[in-house]
């Protein structure tokens, strides 16, 4: 799993974060709030979706018998996926 990766997915939650809390309904301290609870959960998500991604990894690497950079594009994907359900 490269930075580029991880970065990118950190940019994600914060988009997500900020498209959970409609700010024109709630005072900006109360926004605030529910953004940084958001991040907060998934930040307690995090290491459970890197494990997931690096035995995912292992298991590729394992089958093939070499290291292969398939697991980039996975992670693309993954983005992917991620992003169409925010």
């Known amino acids: 799993m490269t930075e580029s990766f991880k970065q990118q997915l950190r940019?994600?939650?914060d988009q997500a974060a900020?498209?959970?809390?409609?700010r024109n309904m709630l005072e900006l301290r109360d926004a605030d709030a529910r953004v940084r609870q958001f991040k907060q959960?998934?930040?307690?998500?995090?290491?459970?979706?890197?494990k997931a991604i690096t035995q995912r990894n292992g298991q590729i690497y394992a089958k093939a018998g070499e290291h292969i950079p398939i697991?980039?594009?996975?992670?693309?994907?993954?983005?992917?996926?991620?992003?169409?359900?925010?």
């Open 71 to 86: 697991s980039v594009k996975l992670d693309k994907d993954l983005l992917n996926i991620l992003k169409e359900k925010i």
């Open 18 to 22: 900020e498209r959970s809390v409609d």
């Open 11 to 13: 940019e994600l939650i």
């Open 41 to 50: 959960g998934c930040e307690f998500l995090m290491p459970v979706l890197m």
